[in-house]
């Protein structure tokens, strides 16, 4: 047996397909619409001295440690200084493109940067320690806690 369509089948198969088509331009425009909006709201570069490096302060019984996170930098490039009991870490974070490049986006930061860090109590300055290895800073120091006699202190 074969099936007839009616010309109000037809008509409704015809419908179906243009609303598929018309929901799908919609869904095509949405999404560039989407697109440029990211694109306006989240900068394409940022300015180039924003690099703040973060860092983990870790201690033990006997250490102190300062772990920062500095990529694409070089031992050359990271100067580390004590004043008293502030320790400072301070480097440049270049971004350097070569000939005929442009930025499309630039999202990592560079620039130079300085951190401070107050040292404890009970550390020992002079033996502080560096090592640089992958992108990571390490800063060590051993801490050494004197055990303090008790004095009796007489009241008069």
Known sequence: MLCKQTPTAMKTTADLHELGEEIEKHVHKIGQELYDFVDRVVPKHTQAKDFRPEADIIVTDSTYSIVMDLPGLTKKEIAITRKQDVLTIRGDREIELQEGQEFKRQERKS????????????????????????????????????????THIPVQ
């Open 111 to 150: 620039g130079a940067f300085m951190r401070s860090f107050a040292l404890p109590e009970g550390s020992d300055a002079s033996k502080i320690t560096a090592t640089f290895r992958n992108g990571v800073l390490t800063v060590q120091l051993p801490l050494h806690h004197e055990d303090e006699q008790s």
